[in-house]
T-cell receptor, first 112, second 111 residues
């Protein structure tokens, strides 16, 4: 998986609780992305980062925040989880702004 | 209108046949185009990237791009049962910072 890990791989949480997902890379790539994948919607970009402390919103960013304090780590936080955030979350990395992306193994999140 | 559209399928082809997967996109400023393969329960895996009009071949895979028609396709020759998966088309935004994915086409190769 191109040196990308995600943790946890599975999580069940209750509505209203905070949740943080971690993406870790060993490739020293500049760009990192968080996507969610839902049936009928495909992969949708939540947030992305183009460097340490440099992040921007994607098309479905409401209810999510991110942080990148080190090149290798990109954190996705759900401040107060809702059932609509039940999904599979993928992290991806890229060495180029318009280049190929490589995906992590995914995190399956269930909000009850 | 969605940024990237694909036929959801399912598409079934016999083993050894050519599978043809199609994708259209709405942003005329897009410059980068990708095909990913995703097995059930797994993460997307990059198959092909294409940046200029025409064909690009890699083994049994050929990507075709027509920017004037805003159309990109993937041909899989000599299809194998192991090619059975969902194929995702991805296109970058005109700013280059974001990527849009289609919902995927499910392909089944019948032995």
């Amino acid at each position: 998986d191109a040196g990308i890990t995600q943790s946890p791989r599975h999580k069940v949480t209750e509505t209203g609780t905070p949740v943080t997902l971690r993406c870790h890379q060993t490739e020293n790539h500049r760009y990192m992305y968080w996507y969610r994948q839902d049936p009928g919607h495909g992969l949708r970009l939540i947030h992305y980062s183009y460097g340490v402390k440099d992040t921007d919103k994607g098309e479905v960013s409401d209810g999510y925040s991110v942080s990148r304090s080190k090149t290798e780590d990109f954190l996705l936080t759900l401040e107060s989880a809702t059932s609509s955030q039940t999904s599979v979350y993928f992290c991806a990395i890229s060495g180029d702004r318009e280049g190929e992306q490589y995906f992590g193994p995914g995190t399956r999140l269930t909000v009850t | 209108q969605k940024e990237v559209e694909q036929n959801s399928g399912p598409l079934s082809v016999p083993e050894g046949a050519i599978a043809s997967l199609n994708c259209t996109y709405s942003d005329r400023g897009s410059q980068s185009f990708f095909w990913y393969r995703q097995y059930s329960g797994k993460s997307p895996e990059l198959i092909m990237s294409i940046y200029s009009n025409g064909d690009k071949e890699d083994g049994r895979f050929t990507a075709q791009l027509n920017k004037a028609s805003q159309y990109v396709s993937l041909l899989i020759r000599d299809s194998q049962p192991s090619d059975s998966a969902t194929y995702l088309c991805a296109v970058n935004s005109n700013t280059g910072n974001q990527f849009y994915f289609g919902t995927g086409t499910s392909l089944t190769v019948i032995p």
